[in-house]
């Protein structure tokens, strides 16, 4: 089996409070199982509850916490529940953090660990008990074995962010959070000092290019967990910030015929009211099954 469980659905900062009670107040943070397996996507501030459940649970079943980590990307609101992430205090417990290469001095390592030092934390990351590795890949396919699979796509966001794909057992999920559509970065206006029509047309196939590959990576997906932080009016005004309007995710999933679509990285402002009122909304018309992530809930593929 095949299966997601959200323990945090929130974009750019926690908000917890009496509107997010529904919904939740969390940053991102997923929790994937293949049979017995444990994957886990970003550690955001959603991965301390799961850590406690994981001790509640996986250490009383297994005598142990062994974990692979994805994370998409290191913006805060990706990793900073990691110093809360109570198995790494916990001896004999196995982790390995994949995330995607940076083209910056510091490795995916530096940077997770940094958060624990003393200038922000009180402790340092040489004093945890876990036994953890870190690696850094590009965009990819990988057998992890025992029928799982894996599959990476560099999304569109102001840092590099790989979106992940799980194969298994003829199951799959994709992930794509955090991303916007690829848009022609060149001028399109003839009156443009700047305007080059050859160089327009080049950027115009160039961002359907990249949408295709999107659209392909996601392809007949059983689930789709997609970033949808604002609505296509909103996003208006919001474009080159990294992330999706519901309308965009919605005819990705009809180009991809995934099955499920869950809207994801709600943004922080939006109340439980609001996001019921929206996924009524979408429900509508999207041809695939349409639903607002909402932590606690766990979908099978």
């Not at 997601?4 to 943070?29: A, E, L, Q």
Request: glycine share 8%; with cysteine.
């Amino acid at each position: 089996m095949l299966s997601v469980k959200f323990w945090g659905v929130r974009g750019s900062i926690p908000c917890p409070g009496p509107d997010t009670v529904i919904y939740g107040g969390n940053t991102s943070c997923l929790e994937i199982r293949a049979d017995e397996r444990l994957l886990i996507i970003d550690l955001g501030t959603g991965v301390r509850p799961l850590g406690e459940w994981l001790i509640k649970n996986d250490l009383k079943k297994y005598g142990k916490i062994k974990a692979e980590i994805f994370v998409t990307h290191t913006h805060w609101d990706h990793i900073l529940g990691f110093p809360m992430f109570t198995p790494v205090y916990i001896p004999g417990t196995e982790l390995c953090i994949t995330g995607p290469v940076t083209f910056e001095n510091d490795t995916l390592k530096d940077i997770i660990e940094t958060q624990l030092s003393y200038r922000y934390w009180p402790v340092r990351a040489g004093e945890l008990a876990a036994s953890i590795e870190y690696k850094q890949i590009k965009e990819t396919t990988m057998d992890l074995g025992g029928g799982l699979s894996i599959s990476t796509k560099y999304l569109n966001h102001p840092v590099l962010c790989l979106g992940y794909r799980f194969d298994y057992k003829g199951k799959s999920i994709a992930i794509v959070i955090d991303h916007e559509p690829f848009h022609n970065l060149f001028t399109t206006n003839p009156d443009h000092a700047n305007f080059d029509a050859e160089t327009a047309r080049e950027g115009e196939i160039a961002a359907a290019e990249e949408n295709q590959k999107i659209i392909n990576f996601c392809k007949n997906a059983d689930i789709v967990i997609h970033d949808a932080q604002y609505t296509e009016e909103e996003y208006s005004g919001k474009q080159g910030w990294g992330h999706t309007s519901y309308e965009d995710a919605v005819r990705l999933s009809e180009s991809a015929s995934v099955k499920k679509i869950a809207f994801y990285h709600h943004e922080p402002s939006r109340t439980d009211s609001q996001l019921f009122e929206l996924e009524e909304k979408y429900k509508k018309d999207a041809s695939a099954e349409v639903m607002m992530a909402k932590e606690g809930v766990v979908l099978e593929a």
